[in-house]
Every structure is written in structure tokens, then in C-alpha cells.
């Protein structure tokens, strides 16, 4: 097998975001407000919708549209969504932060999680192969996937409760092939190549927060979260995939772990905070780090969707409606189980529903805010605007955070990002909430 050293280190499937959480209607020149749609394009994980629905007024409504780039990454955001959405009462609010970041970032996790994985992924399998034409839960919406993309989650989900007994991925040699292979000859000396990526890359694009013994701990066996005392020795199953490799004139798929080993998990939900006592610093030290911040904004995260939970019509008072809850184990939790948001929906998108959108009436400039990964920025077309609300905002991740790139390839790549949008009929927006991770455009006025 051989890959190119300058993708090793990203991989060939995104299994977070690299770029922080953005609360996607205050990116433009104002605020969107009323009644929003928002699409997202391999936004891989839910920390924009996170972070969109924290910043909610109380009667406003947020309807998301999901595009993901193929169906592991898709059944990994239903897992995530399903685990935010558990109710606070079954899990505890630490339990269920360190849970979720486990599951997020961690290349193992540990016997409990795995049980929790379970459960979830048995309760999504159901809730996918349903025959209905209503969503089993409005924030976990499949209808609209194809047959096959349904049935092919409902594989991935089986393979997560019965992993493959006969041939069990040992992850922490998955792992180190993948450094072994991005490093090449500076394998050897891979510590130093580590303290370097934290020291001149990371911390470098205002990241410090980010410790050079949790960093280095994550790039050595994909740990990034440790906080319960607890052994961490059965591979997560949810950053498992194949790929396919050139093998003399066959072409043969490998399962193993494709996903990022440089720019790491912490970027999500570790490197920024409202909460600015989280920032300290003493002696030029941050005095709490990036696992620190993630569970605190994961954290608030769930504070806000609860915020927002909607109880059943008999009920006299919320106390009563959280009594059923109270003696409900979390390995007996149902889809029907999890917090039902008002004015929040999420509706997943088959995966070529890109160009077929504008063809569709429905969809006719109903996009508030459209949201493109820095994966999938060149599948902006010039049709998008078709889909674009008038005042619409489009949100385009950038390359700051690929470590492999240098300085000229970053900028070359926020140029072709450019180039794209304005092809598509976008302008930059002078006004809008840019910065080195997103840039912000507005649909051109004739």
C-alpha cells in the first residue's frame, strides 16, 4: 500500500470538523432572524448546529439540511445527534458530555461507552428501516435518504453492535500505521515532529490552549479525551472505514482508521470559549486546556437543547414530565425517549441531492445560510444560488487548520474558494463575520 505523504496526515474521511463551532446566522452582514433554513455541506459533525441553536431566540425556528459526503460519516452524525439529544435526567450532565467527546474524538474508548454506542446505534438501525413517511424524530429525519443510503446505515449500524469478530481491528496498530506512513523517516524522531505541529502550527494560529501533553498523547494513540478513570482498549467503531488502495493492477479495500491524525479533535469544541476565565493564562500558560474547554462548551451545548425541549401537552409542569425519565436506565432508551426541541429539525439529504436541488421547487431560494466544508467547497456550483435565499449568507471553511499546507498553499486555497463562489455567483462579504477559518459571501445583485 502507498499513499501520498501530504494527504496521510488529513486522511480520505473527515470525522470532525476543522474549524471552530459558528453560530451561522450572525456570519453575514445581519443577523438572520424568524423563521431559518440552513444547509449544510459536509459539516461532519454537529457543533454548528450546536452552536446556530444556542444562539436562538425563544420563538425563532431552525430547520437544518444535512449533505454529508458519504453514509459512515452520515451515521456518525445521526450516533452524535442521538447521544445530544438523550435527556439529561437519564444520563447526568457530566456523564453525558464525557460520553459524547469520547465517542467524538477518542480512537478507544471504554467498556461503558461501547454498551451506550450500542444501545444507540440498535434504536438508529430502527429508526431507519422503518417503513414511514413521517421522521422517527424530527431532529433525526432519514425520509428523504434513498432506499439503498438507508439500508447501507442500517449495515454500518449492525457493524457497530456485532463488530467483525474474525478479523477485530486492533486500533492502536491502525493508528500507528497511519503515523508511520505520514511521517516516513521522521518516524524515529516523532515526538519532536509532534512538538513541532502543536508549537509552529497549532499554537501559532492562536490555538494555544491546546497542551503539548494532551496533543502529543492524541497524535501517539488517538486519545484526545481522558476523563473518567477507566481503561480505554476497544476500538471506536464509529472511526472505522475502508479504503481502497492500488495493489499492482488490483484494487483492494482496507479497513482501518482513514480519518485525520495531525490537526486533531480539539478543534471543534476546545479552542474557543464564550466563557473567557477559560482563557486565563499565568506565566505565559494557559491554566486550562483544550479538553477543559470542550467539555465545558459541549457542555453548555446541552444546556441550551434542553433550553429548548418541548414536554408532552398533558403535562401540568416540567417536573412531572421528566418524572417518566427518572427510573429509565440509558440502555432502554428509545428514539421516541429523546428530547423532542421546539422549532428545531434536521433533515438528512441523499448524497448527490447537491445538483438536483435547484431542479426542485421546494428548495427554491429556501437556504438562509448554506454552508460549505473545506472537503466540499469544490462542489459549489453556479446552480447554488438557485437555492439561495435573496439575503442569504454562504459560509465557506478554509484550509487554516490542514497542518500539512503551507502558508502559499493555505492562501491558494482560500483564492480558489474565492474563485468558486464568485463562479457561483457569490461575492465576499465585507461586512459579514470572516476570519482565518471561514470566509463569508452574499449572492450578487444584478
Not at 26 to 50: A, E, Q, T, Y
Not at 166 to 180: F, Q, T
Not at 182 to 199: A, I, P, Q, V
Not at 351 to 377: G, N, T
Amino acid at each position: 500500500m502507498s499513499a501520498g505523504r501530504l494527504s496521510e496526515g488529513l486522511g480520505h474521511v473527515s470525522w470532525w470538523g476543522l474549524s471552530p463551532a459558528r453560530n451561522l446566522l450572525s456570519m453575514g452582514p445581519v443577523r438572520l432572524k424568524g423563521d431559518v433554513n440552513v444547509l449544510l455541506v459536509g459539516s461532519v459533525d454537529p457543533r454548528h448546529i450546536f452552536k446556530t441553536i444556542a444562539g436562538l431566540q425563544k420563538e425563532e425556528r431552525l430547520h437544518v439540511w444535512l449533505v454529508e459526503s458519504s453514509m459512515e460519516v452520515t451515521a456518525r452524525q445521526l450516533l452524535l445527534l442521538y447521544l445530544a439529544l438523550t435527556p439529561l435526567e437519564i444520563t447526568g450532565h457530566n456523564g453525558k458530555a464525557e460520553v459524547f467527546l469520547e465517542v467524538f474524538g477518542n480512537s478507544e474508548i471504554q467498556s461503558q461507552t461501547e454498551e451506550t454506542l450500542r444501545h444507540a446505534a440498535s434504536q438508529l438501525s430502527l429508526s431507519v428501516t422503518e417503513e414511514r413517511d413521517t421522521p422517527a424524530h424530527a431532529c433525526l429525519n432519514t425520509t428523504l435518504l434513498k432506499f439503498k443510503e438507508r439500508d447501507e446505515l442500517a449495515r454500518i449500524f449492525k457493524s457497530w453492535i456485532q463488530p467483525q469478530s474474525s478479523s477485530p481491528i486492533v486500533m492502536s496498530k491502525a493508528w500507528d500505521y497511519r503515523v508511520r506512513q505520514h511521517l516516513g523517516t521522521r518516524y524515529n524522531s516523532k515526538t519532536g515532529c509532534f512538538d513541532w505541529d502543536l508549537m509552529m502550527k497549532l499554537h501559532e494560529k492562536g490555538s494555544g490552549v491546546i497542551s503539548k501533553q494532551q496533543y502529543v498523547r492524541w497524535r501517539e494513540r488517538g486519545l484526545a479525551f481522558e476523563m473518567r478513570e477507566g481503561v480505554y482498549q476497544i476500538a471506536n467503531p464509529t472511526l472505522l472505514s475502508s479504503r481502497v488502495f492500488n495493489q499492482k493492477e488490483d484494487k483492494v479495500a482496507f479497513w482501518g482508521y482513514w480519518g485525520d491524525i495531525v490537526s486533531s479533535p480539539y478543534l471543534a469544541f476546545g479552542i474557543e470559549t464564550d466563557d473567557k476565565s477559560l482563557l486565563k493564562t499565568q506565566n505565559g500558560q494557559h491554566l486550562n486546556t483544550a479538553q477543559d474547554i470542550s467539555i465545558s462548551n459541549v457542555q453548555a451545548s446541552f444546556q441550551s437543547l434542553s433550553g429548548r425541549r418541548r414536554y408532552p401537552a398533558t403535562s401540568q409542569s416540567n417536573t412531572e414530565a421528566e418524572e417518566p425519565f427518572q427510573q429509565t436506565d440509558r440502555k432502554s432508551v428509545t428514539v421516541d425517549d429523546l428530547m423532542d426541541l421546539n422549532g428545531i429539525s434536521v433533515t438528512f439529504l441523499p448524497m448527490d441531492s447537491l445538483h438536483k436541488l435547484p431542479e426542485k421547487q421546494k428548495y427554491s431560494h429556501l437556504f438562509d445560510a448554506i454552508y460549505f466544508s473545506a472537503s466540499c467547497v469544490n462542489q459549489l456550483g453556479p446552480k447554488m444560488k438557485q437555492v439561495a435565499a435573496p439575503d442569504a449568507v454562504l459560509i465557506v471553511e478554509l484550509a487554516k487548520y490542514i497542518l500539512d499546507l503551507s502558508k502559499e498553499q493555505e492562501a491558494a486555497f482560500a483564492a480558489k474558494a474565492t474563485s468558486i463562489a464568485l463562479d457561483a455567483e457569490f461575492e465576499p462579504c465585507h461586512e459579514g463575520k470572516s476570519d482565518g477559518s471561514h470566509a463569508v459571501f452574499v449572492p450578487q445583485k444584478k
